[in-house]
């Protein structure tokens, strides 16, 4: 390169030493007896010090059991201190962190063991049984599993080992290793919240880490004195990079561990231990919400909620800053990417109902939706508010553009620089963007593309509905007809009402409305909260030609 200055030991210095490890470590010789993880069930908390003691220990028992650069461990745990040191020793060993879902079935656990190839499975003691099961019907040899997390004192299954046997009497030093550690490097591997049994696996290189933990802690912002609380999994993007792991022990703050989401309990925690940021999916607030209103709490101490998952409603804004705090932040992105836009306390109320502006080092489009050739990125659609399309997201910075072992994805999900996330949305002149739905969710009946969200929306405002979703079933006139599950909040609540409330709707146009009802008790939902149109499609042709659903 012809540069007007010698860049040498710039280019190494940062190609190898800009990682979030050296930032980790700079905190534990700044902050070494400053509280790192606090975890109520167990009792429990770390400093800086003892985290990265007990890394140190996991990642010299990773390396004796042969652990190399570039083998996978893979992590299925609950949010917990072994996930903490499960985030931290594997690249200090040069290996990559598989972040499972603790939810899987069985079979969808051995696919994605065949699909990654872990030398070593680290698994919390509450799934042991699905473990197991995997294992025994997986084609992958998996060299050692490690039952960790173990607070009821289950029994170690035959052949596995607990993770306090594992890392017993290992050296609490920093590894000696042979590998020079590099920003390209990929550390982490997190898996989509996809509706396939095999979800796409997503690579994190070192500096997507160091990014995106930059992105938390300038948004927010967060310092040294935070304490964070992730209502959702950390094995998730918005779990382990929004106020998780990532983030608040690159800056130095402490995160709370909270295995199971309880809302009683979480408002408990945040007056107990100060807490000033929350993350969680809609859903999360909502209960909040309604357990703050029952019981009120001192939550003083917090500087922001944050949530991801679907955008609020103004109501539903309105309520939480009044009953919770008034910095709600509300954001939106993918597993490959983070969050590429943002609503902050300033943006809100006045634009709920959207998801926000581009993120500083992101840029967000919307481009004119195709299903049969590719979209170039400057084909974007009208910048009016109302002109739907695709949105499409480029950050650089916290992407690597990729995922493993599956290039016919890559290629349809990136191009030039871009994702194509499959979203529809509209943009404002400002570049607000609002989500419309999935391309993919979407019904076309009578010749109209209609999407479930705008239908869901409109039936939210019922006061008697606690939730709802939204799909279709073939129709011989219309090509489909909407249906519409509904959890009822008021058990008065009757399908009549529904649907004399939805014909008098003022955002309901006559052909949005739906055609056939159902109540349930439950809608299908990922870890991150978003609903599962595709499963509650299926249920709907089930239940239509069963004759399950009211007209």
Not at 123 to 129: C, E, F, H, L
Not at 168 to 195: M, Q
Not at 470 to 476: A, E, L, M, N, R
Request: charged content about 25%; overall charge negative; some cysteine.
């Amino acid at each position: 390169m012809d540069r007007t200055y010698n860049d040498e030991m710039f280019i190494d210095t940062f190609e190898h030493g800009y990682t979030w490890l050296n930032g980790f470590l700079r905190n534990v010789n700044r902050y070494g007896n400053k509280q790192a993880v606090i975890d109520p069930e167990a009792n429990l908390t770390w400093t800086y010090s003892q985290l990265n003691r007990e890394s140190n220990r996991l990642a010299n028992a990773l390396i004796d059991c042969g652990t190399k650069k570039n083998d996978v461990v893979m992590a299925a745990l609950k949010n917990c201190p072994e996930f903490c040191t499960s985030y931290i020793g594997p690249r200090k060993a040069g290996a990559i962190l598989l972040a499972a879902n603790t939810s899987l079935a069985y079979e969808e656990m051995s696919q994605l063991i065949d699909h990654n190839k872990p030398k070593v499975i680290i698994y919390s003691a509450v799934i042991k049984d699905t473990v197991i099961n995997a294992l025994k019907i997986c084609k992958h040899e998996v060299e050692l599993a490690v039952m960790a997390d173990n607070i009821a004192g289950e029994s170690i299954p035959d052949g596995h080992v607990s993770y306090e046997d594992f890392t017993k009497n290992k050296s609490e030093e920093e590894p000696t290793v042979e590998f020079r550690p590099h920003i390209y490097d990929e550390v982490l591997r997190l898996c989509t919240s996809g509706t396939t049994a095999l979800p796409k696996c997503v690579p994190i290189n070192d500096i997507n880490e160091v990014l995106s933990a930059h992105d938390v802690i300038m948004h927010y912002p967060m310092d040294c004195n935070d304490v964070t609380l992730n209502m959702t999994p950390w094995f998730h993007r918005g779990g382990v990079h929004s106020g998780g792991p990532c983030p608040t022990f690159y800056i130095g703050g402490a995160v709370i561990v909270m295995r199971t989401f309880k809302p009683q309990t979480a408002l408990d925690w945040v007056a107990k231990y100060k807490i000033t940021y929350i993350m969680g999916a809609p859903a999360n607030l909502e209960m909040l919400a309604r357990s703050q209103e029952r019981n009120s709490r001192n939550l003083s101490s917090i500087r922001g909620i944050i949530t991801m998952g679907g955008p609020l409603t103004r109501s539903d804004c309105i309520r939480y800053m009044g009953v919770l705090t008034p910095n709600i932040f509300n954001g939106y992105g993918t597993t490959e990417t983070f969050w590429n836009s943002f609503l902050r306390p300033y943006n809100l109320p006045a634009a709920a109902g959207s998801v926000g502006y581009s993120c500083v080092d992101d840029e967000t489009k919307i481009v004119k939706a195709s299903n049969s050739t590719r979209t170039e990125p400057d084909d974007t659609v009208p910048m009016d508010g109302k002109t739907e399309g695709e949105i499409i997201i480029r950050c650089p910075e916290k992407t690597t553009y990729s995922y493993y072992g599956n290039p016919e994805a890559e290629k349809e999900k990136f191009y030039k620089g871009w994702m194509y996330t499959g979203d529809m949305g509209t943009w404002d002149k400002n570049g607000l963007v609002t989500v419309c739905g999935r391309m993919d969710d979407m019904m076309l009946v009578s010749g109209e593309n209609i999407y479930p969200q705008q239908v869901e929306e409109a039936i939210m405002r019922n006061p008697k509905v606690l939730d709802c979703i939204v799909t279709s079933v073939p129709d011989s006139v219309r090509g489909q007809a909407v249906v519409a599950y509904v959890i009822p909040k008021d058990g008065t609540l009757t399908i009549e009402e529904l649907k004399e409330f939805c014909n008098n709707s003022p955002i309901l146009s006559r052909y949005k409305r739906p055609r056939y009802y159902a109540f349930t008790d439950k809608i299908p939902q990922t870890a991150t909260g978003k609903k599962q149109h595709s499963l509650m499609k299926k249920q709907a042709l089930e239940d239509f030609s069963n004759g399950k659903l009211i007209k």
